[in-house]
Nanobody, 120 residues
Framework: VQLQASGGGLVQAGGSLRLFCGAS????????LGWYRQAPGKQRELVAS???????NYADSVKGRFTISRHNAWKSTSLQMNSLKPEDTAVYYC???????????????WGQGTQVTVSS
């Protein structure tokens, strides 16, 4: 699975951005799509994910502000980010997961990061 992310940029606090990620390759194997972010000096953290049952999961810090969507049968995902805050500044990474032969263990795929900078 190959992932290509786009849509980052510079925005003022309170503004909005939409990130987009397209998947190619063995997309039939994907069961979760998501977005992670990593700020300088911090660990990479989950921002939002969506499963093959369209169940969603969000970090507490983004609930009510960010919305993850899945498009075209696992071919792409987007992250709509509203009411952005300076603490949302980070490199955002698209993520896809597929099942493996070991029950409960997924294989992770990563796209290149896209920078999101929110100015105060």
């Amino acid at each position: 699975v190959q992932l290509q992310a786009s849509g980052g940029g510079l925005v003022q606090a309170g503004g909005s951005l939409r990130l987009f990620c397209g998947a190619s390759g063995s997309i039939y194997s994907i069961n979760v799509l998501g977005w992670y972010r990593q700020a300088p000096g911090k660990q990479r953290e989950l921002v939002a994910s969506i499963t093959d049952g369209r169940g969603t999961n969000y970090a507490d810090s983004v609930k009510g502000r960010f919305t993850i969507s899945r498009h075209n049968a696992w071919k792409s995902t987007s992250l709509q980010m509203n009411s952005l805050k300076p603490e949302d500044t980070a490199v955002y990474y698209c993520n896809a997961q597929s099942s493996t032969a070991v029950a409960g263990i997924n294989k992770y795929y990563w796209g290149q990061g896209t920078q999101v900078t929110v100015s105060s």
